[in-house]
């Protein structure tokens, strides 16, 4: 894009932005002087509700900049993210924020299989990802290495989320935060004893039940919580049920000696996932959905011939049985900050995350290289008659990871200096096997089970890996209102990858004979990182980083972008000897403001500005000709370093506060992202230097406008995206879309009385207008193809909820 289309299209949004601004004002003098009047006739607030999840009258606050970094480093905190939806995803809520585009099939961000998140150009696995300090590893699809944070800890206990756009704390245990970390952190048990009871009902026979009882404290020092969740909700496309049961528990010790902290997840959940549309010219048939058949069995045998093939008018776009994902999580931590002396601190925190998953598809046998894939291992046999007799097969992916880790981190004071070492050491055995059942034809399955007996079992993978990460920082107070910062850290990887079960000769696409075995071991010692901070005055500070990070190599077998998912030996041999890591150097800067003002109904402003350059090298990418059987069969011919990217973005953020009666909240972000280089696929050189990343907008806009008048808050959100290039030669692309939901909360005094407390509802509605289009795009190829996942339509819910 040129200097003039980018000044006109600035100009074009200031167009829309000024009115709203002026619209907004207006608003806000009236709900303002309305709120006033509230404020005269009712009682005060008691200081539990202001503590509430989503309580009405709440001070407003949308986003809380955290003032103390030397690099843009935003924070939601649990209110806001619980009004946007009560049992929101963390990651999700982020999508409010500067330069996040978000989007997933189901309102609360759950469903992983079609989730798509980038920020400032660069794709969720090349972020970081932590709870409470313990890593998340880096959210990949039929994750290796680690959970997503809605399995890893249930919403309603999330106490904030801090979202480091442009380069994390050195002390982040994250393998692949090449362009940032979201840090989740869990909320404290309370101090008071309390049961709180939540339940959502809504659009699609949605019901989700959170109950969470506090011990208040206890003993010397004692605090506690136990709390259970239930989540279901039909897909919106389709007949089956989305959802499943999560329980947390967490202990805090306090005393003089330090703060002891235990914590428990354990998450059951089981998501029936609809198929992505294939967009192509030569697809004759696009639909904008592309649901399963599941329960109707009767169908799947009608829609197949009596050979098993599908109908040839559909294409790529044939309809399966039913997919699903199950996963079935254990995470923990025990963790102590030692007070040292009175100006040292010594934490150490061990963890344990153990996952067994299955990712399960019901589909035809007939498509996408099956039928040469199941004549390896049943030659000369009638196919259908093998599998049940249905003309479907079943395939799964089958997960687990064990993994256990250690952090710990010295923080002393002296003098003038802050002053920190810290070390991260995992090990995690992860496995990944594919296998194939019957589908029987007298007794076909559904997305709740799990499949056993196998008739092929056609790879197993299992990888041994060993993270080492060491960091040291000292913050310097040059003076009382400049801070100097200044760090190193060292990320060191040590993997071994083996199949206990090789495919048979055939059963890998491209000839392979076998998947390839052994160690490769990445050692980044020196990743600096250098900063400083200045208190311009009490209200305004800037803010200057540069930071290097690094993504290691991905550590999974038998598909994605992984040195052990390529089709040969050679091929492993040459990529472990010649590829690079990629890596990104980080230049950030920006203003922070806050401001308490007295112009009229305006009462304050607090806001961001943040300008970033990133020089991203060696980057990473699996070359197939063939990515739709590569996808289902596995085997990749290449994976290989292609070049650079260099991204250049702006975001801009700030809240303008009328009064405690209205608030409006705006965040415009331009970001592009470009291909340095051309690549060559082993036929021909592949035209993207110059290109943007394809499915990352240049564009975005979200707003939050918030009201209270009385005992009764209404928040609108709007969310702008803007157009995104689908393939890598940016041949084609998707259309920009602009969605908003609408948030009403209240309280309930008439059920509150001796047992019941703090009663109060909320209402909240997805999609409010009702829009269609393309919400997320899947992006694979160089050109000439691309998938989507579409809009889901709007929909309503109701939550009560109550302290007792």
Same mark, same amino acid.
């Given at each position: ?62 986003? @809380? ?117 979201? @840090? ?20 699609? $026979?949605?019901? !989700? ?15 506690? +919580? ?95 049985? +039913? ?102 050491? @995992? ?22 089970? !799990? ?220 970001? !592009? ?38 005992? $009764? ?43 019941? !407390? ?47």
């Amino acid at each position: 894009m040129n200097k003039k289309s980018v000044a006109v299209r600035s100009v074009c949004f200031l167009a829309l932005g000024l009115p709203m601004l002026a619209m907004a004002a207006n608003v806000a003098a009236a709900v303002a002087a309305m709120a006033d009047v509230a404020e005269v006739a009712a009682p005060a607030a008691a200081a539990a509700d202001a503590a509430t999840v989503g309580a009405a009258g709440a001070p407003i606050a949308t986003v @809380e900049v955290a003032s103390r970094k030397t690099r843009s480093s935003v924070e939601m905190s649990k209110s806001d993210m619980q009004k946007i939806l009560p049992g929101i995803n963390p990651l999700k809520a982020l999508q409010t924020l500067p330069g996040v585009s978000f989007q997933t099939a189901d309102p609360w961000g759950n469903n992983e299989q079609n989730q798509s998140l980038f920020i400032h150009g660069f794709s969720g696995p090349q972020l970081g990802y932590t709870l409470d300090g313990v890593p998340l590893g880096d959210q990949q699809y039929g994750n290796y290495n680690g959970l997503s944070p809605q399995r890893a800890i249930t919403s309603e206990n999330v106490g904030s989320v801090i979202l480091s756009s442009g380069a994390g704390d050195l002390a982040t245990a994250s393998t692949s935060n090449l362009g940032g970390t979201i @840090e989740t952190f869990s909320s404290d048990p309370g101090q008071a004893r309390n049961l709180a009871v939540q339940q959502t009902v809504g659009s699609h $026979t949605t019901s !989700r039940t959170f109950v969470r009882y506090d011990t208040g404290a206890f003993g010397d020092g004692s605090s506690a +919580y136990l709390s259970a969740l239930h989540h279901e909700q039909k897909a919106w496309d389709f007949d089956a049920r989305q959802g499943g049961d999560q329980f947390n528990a967490k202990y805090v010790n306090q005393s003089n000696l330090g703060k002891l902290t235990l914590f428990l997840n354990y998450s059951d959940k089981i998501e029936p996932n609809e198929d992505s549309t294939v967009r192509s010219a030569s697809e004759k048939y696009q639909p904008y959905t592309r649901p399963f058949m599941y329960p109707n069995f009767q169908q799947a045998l009608n829609y197949l011939s009596a050979t098993g093939a599908t109908p040839a008018a559909d294409g790529n776009n044939y309809r399966n049985y +039913y997919g699903d994902a199950q996963r079935t999580d254990y995470l923990t931590y025990a963790k102590f900050d030692l007070n040292v002396s009175d100006n040292t601190t010594w934490s150490n925190q061990v963890y344990y995350h153990n996952d067994d998953g299955v990712g399960v598809v019901a589909g035809p046998i007939g498509v996408a290289g099956l039928p040469g894939l199941f004549s390896v291992y049943f030659p000369g046999q009638d196919l259908k008659q093998v599998f049940g007799g249905s003309g479907y097969a079943t395939r799964t992916t089958e997960y687990k990871i064990n993994r256990a880790g250690w952090l710990s981190t010295v923080r002393s004071e002296i003098g003038d200096h802050k002053l920190q070492a810290g070390l991260w050491f @995992e090990h995690n055995r992860s496995q990944a096997y594919r296998r194939w059942y019957a589908f029987d034809v007298n007794n076909p399955s559904s997305p709740y089970d !799990r499949p056993s007996n196998p008739l092929i079992t056609q790879y197993g993978s299992e990888i041994d890996n060993k993270v080492v990460q060491l960091h040291v920082q000292d913050e310097w107070r040059v003076r009382d209102d400049i801070a100097l910062q200044a760090g190193v850290k060292s990320s060191l990887q040590f993997a071994d990858g083996q199949f206990p079960v090789q495919p048979k000769l055939g059963a890998i696409a491209n000839g392979s004979t076998a998947l390839p075995v052994g160690k490769i071991d990445t050692k980044k010692w020196l990743l600096p990182q250098v900063g400083a901070r200045w208190d311009i005055t009490p209200h305004d500070q800037l803010f200057v980083n540069v930071q290097k990070n690094m993504r290691q190599f991905v550590t999974y077998g038998g598909g994605g972008a992984s040195p052990w998912s390529l089709a040969s030996q050679p091929a492993f041999d040459l990529f472990r000897d010649t590829a690079k890591p990629e890596t990104s150097i980080t230049y950030e800067t920006g203003l922070r403001t806050s401001h308490t003002l007295n112009w009229g109904a305006l009462s304050a402003f607090d806001g961001q500005v943040n300008l970033y350059h990133v020089d991203f090298k060696n980057r990473l990418l699996t070359i197939s000709p063939t990515p739709v059987i590569t996808s289902i069969i596995g085997g990749n011919p290449v994976l290989a370093n292609v070049g650079s990217v260099k991204t250049d973005g702006v975001d801009l953020s700030g809240t303008l506060h009328f009064g405690r009666g209205f608030s409006f909240y705006n965040a415009l972000s331009y970001n !592009r992202a470009e291909y340095q280089d051309n690549y060559n696929n082993g036929a021909a050189v592949v035209q993207t230097a110059g290109k943007n990343i394809p499915g990352s907008p240049e564009w975005m806009n979200k707003f939050v406008a918030t009201a209270t008048v009385a005992d $009764t808050e209404f928040q609108l959100i709007g969310d702008y995206v803007g157009k995104r290039y689908a393939t890598y030669t940016n041949d084609l692309s998707v259309n920009s879309y602009f969605l908003m939901s609408l948030g009403i909360s209240g309280k309930l005094p008439f059920l509150n009385g001796s047992w019941i !407390r703090n009663a109060r509802y909320r209402v909240n509605i997805s999609n409010l207008a009702d829009k269609k289009g393309d919400l997320n795009v899947v992006v694979g190829a160089a050109s000439g193809t691309y998938n989507t996942f579409p809009i889901a339509p709007r929909q309503g819910f109701l939550t009560l909820m109550a302290d007792f």
